[in-house]
């Protein structure tokens, strides 16, 4: 048993039987190599990382390998979903020595944590064109003790490059031409033939498709539509999307979305169900509600914790070390062996399932995706389509059942604050959009969680959220921006959907702990509070790239946007303004990274829309404002919150009502459900 076997990490606890004598990022450790005069071997994985299982069992569990390293570096393992601070900083260096990053990530640090030498995964043996791993140490070692002037010298240059990297901020002029810029960057990197952007690897950017919305919104531009629903359609039909069990993977390691990295994260599920619960209120389109319904199904059966509120962090990819996601693929007899002949043959023509598969590893197995659609499969097998519907629906059924009693990838339980913010504000838009009162009441049960277990009276919300009386094996991380920001803006959608002004509290109070101690003097907010720090965690970053979350200063510049509108103070949209003029120099260049950062500058220059509901005896009126797709809209409850730039407007109406103002000017007060419908569609609307 090394030092992990307290760790509250599921990944760390994973490596507690290792015959490596394991620390946790601590200060401990580094003084451990401060008065050994060791070098520092940094291990940074994650739970659902295929290839971090793979160096764990080839290196790691290795006994003659774990000897070598326990007698000359000592050992540090990170998880970096528990700690996406000191990952970021250290993906940033072994991205500058060698060129790329990921996970699992190998980084060589003095024992005052610089990095002098670092990769990625390095197999026992050399292959792949990789150094074997034993090498590189003995290599490393030799280095660090023949030539420690150099080290010591390239490691402090390589810490000052780093720190120029952090800070992301460069002061600009907020302009329309910043967001025409960005769009025509976008569509640049659009791929027209398989929609998403870029090539391969290729990840979902939902941000960058929900801007995208409401840009064809407000122009109307046809092609903005079109490169949405390419995106979004491919996605939806792709291998990338569990067509059986709902929810999607990581990324596709192809540019037809159809193999995909297998792991499932809750952040980019989160992002993904908002953006299509706004396509399909937008557009309609059923297949948009389909992806957002499985999502939801998925969560509910695999993620949450339904007794007490709370999304888990992931599902992994594989059960073992040679499996390449065998539970969610299907060798043709697998498949056909639990289907009847007709379901059989419509199965096979709707997820393409043959002899020949897509995996690489093993070719028999498929990866389900929608080669054909419902109407092509009634033509080729001379059948009505809604009999191929239900055709369709009960080989599904089977199948799910079937892969349910395969073993399952596992499901790391903990409860982050940032991306349980993130899935309870998407939970909630599933209730408006989707008619879905228990998505609603889980979402404000996780959030109740959020606020009893992570709340810090006086500091702010901890990135993990466990009950006081738990403490012990909780790692000393810094309180972190993102978790602020995204608590902060599901306080808020809180407050839009229940009234209830404990949420506004909430959101104000994290305001004033982003506003007091995350700002970085000269504009926009460090992603840490208080400077100092072990090793590279004394440098702060400032970041503003979607990566792949979306950038925590762009989503505090839309908290405090809506804060605005919900309030009218003017300090909050000051506040707005001063974060996004601190990037406004850099994003212009950044395309689909920089779109969460567009949304809220956009947000700033064409202003909120405010929507002050007064139903009677139903909630008809505030459905309607809540699931009707309008970008950029605040929905608040007649009188609530007194403070509110519109009480004077309403103050002489009586209920029912729905009053919707964009910028200086108000629609007329709709009195029923389709009246609001038609103003939010097209009240101050240029596209």
């Keep these: 048993m090394n030092r992990l076997g307290g760790a509250a990490s599921a990944y760390l606890r994973s490596a507690t039987h290792q015959p490596v004598d394991w620390h946790p990022w601590s200060e401990d450790a580094f003084a451990a190599a401060r008065a050994e005069d060791r070098p520092i071997l940094l291990d940074i994985g994650a739970t659902w990382c295929h290839w971090c299982h793979v160096m764990d069992g080839e290196s790691y569990e290795d006994p003659a390998l774990a000897e070598y390293l326990n007698a000359h570096f000592v050992c540090v393992k990170v998880d970096r979903d528990e700690r996406p601070d000191v990952d970021a900083r250290y993906q940033r260096a072994v991205q500058a020595l060698a060129g790329q990053g990921g996970w699992p990530l190998t980084a060589f640090l003095t024992s005052e ?77 659009f791929d027209f033939r398989h929609g998403g952007f870029g090539t391969t690897p290729k990840f979902p950017h939902p941000s960058a498709v929900d801007f995208l919305l409401a840009r064809w919104w407000d122009t109307g531009e046809a092609w903005l539509r079109d490169v949405v629903e390419r995106t979004l359609t491919a996605m939806a039909r792709g291998g990338v999307h569990d067509q059986l069990g709902g929810g999607f993977h990581r990324y596709a390691t192809d540019e037809r979305w159809i193999v995909p990295h297998f792991e499932k994260m809750a952040y980019d599920n989160a992002e993904l169900l908002k953006v299509y619960l706004h396509a399909h209120a937008a557009f309609g389109t059923p297949l948009y509600r389909e992806a957002a319904e499985g999502i939801v199904r998925w969560n509910l059966a695999v993620m949450c914790d339904l007794e007490r509120g709370g999304f888990a962090a992931s599902q992994d990819a594989d059960v073992g070390l040679d499996d390449d996601g065998n539970y969610f693929t299907w060798t043709l007899e697998e498949a056909q062996a639990v289907l009847s002949g007709e379901e059989w043959e419509a199965a096979r023509l709707r997820w393409d399932i043959g002899a020949a598969g897509e995996m690489h590893h093993d070719p028999q197995r498929n990866v389900l995706f929608v080669a054909t659609t419902e109407a092509e499969i009634a033509q080729a097998l001379a059948i009505p389509e809604m009999k191929v519907a239900r055709l369709l629906a009960s080989a599904a059924d089977k199948l799910r059942a079937a892969r349910a009693l395969r073993p399952t990838p596992a499901v790391d339980r903990s409860l982050y604050t940032n991306w349980n913010a ?117 440098q702060r970053a400032k970041p503003i790239q979607d990566n792949p979350t979306p950038a925590p200063n762009a989503v505090s510049a839309l908290v405090f946007l809506r804060l605005h509108a919900v309030t009218g103070d003017e300090a909050h949209r000051a506040e707005a303004e001063a974060t996004l003029r601190a990037f406004a120099g850099r994003t212009a260049s950044l395309g689909v990274f920089a779109a969460t950062y567009c949304r809220a500058l956009d947000a700033l220059i064409r202003g909120m829309s405010t929507i002050v509901v007064a139903d009677t005896t139903t909630t008809e009126l505030t459905s309607t404002a809540l699931s009707t797709y309008r970008p950029r809209k605040v929905v608040l409850r007649h009188g609530y919150p007194a403070s509110s730039p519109l009480s004077p407007l309403t103050s002489s109406l009586s209920p029912p009502y729905a009053l919707l103002c964009s910028g200086t000017s108000c629609a007329p007060p709709a009195r029923t459900p389709p009246d609001l419908r038609t103003a939010m569609e097209s009240f101050a609307r240029t596209g």
Aim: proline residues 6%; contains cysteine.
């Design 422 to 538: 993130m899935m309870a504000e998407a939970f909630l838009e599933a209730s408006s959009v989707l008619g879905r009162d228990d998505c609603r009441a889980f979402a404000l049960t996780t959030l109740e969680r959020l606020c009893a277990d992570a709340w810090r009276p006086g500091e702010g919300m901890a990135h993990r959220g466990v009950p006081p009386s738990t403490e012990s094996g909780v790692t000393d991380a810094p309180l972190m921006l993102d978790d602020q920001v995204q608590a902060a803006s599901a306080a808020l959608a809180a407050f839009e959907h229940t009234g209830d002004e404990r949420w506004l509290r909430r959101a104000l109070d994290l305001a004033t702990v982003i506003s007091t101690a995350f700002r970085d003097p000269v504009g926009g907010f460090f992603d840490i509070a208080g400077p100092g720090g072990t090793g590279f965690l004394s």
């Design 113 to 189: 944590g610089d990095v002098f030498y670092g990769g990625t995964y390095f197999p026992p043996n050399g292959k792949f064109g990789r150094p074997g791993f034993r090498a590189v140490l003995e290599g490393v070692l030799d280095a660090y003790r023949s030539q420690r002037p150099q080290v010591l010298e390239s490691a402090t240059q390589l810490r000052s490059h780093v720190a120029g990297m952090l800070t992301e901020g460069q002061p600009g002029e907020i302009t329309p031409a910043l967001l025409d810029a960005a769009t025509e960057q976008m569509a640049r990197a």
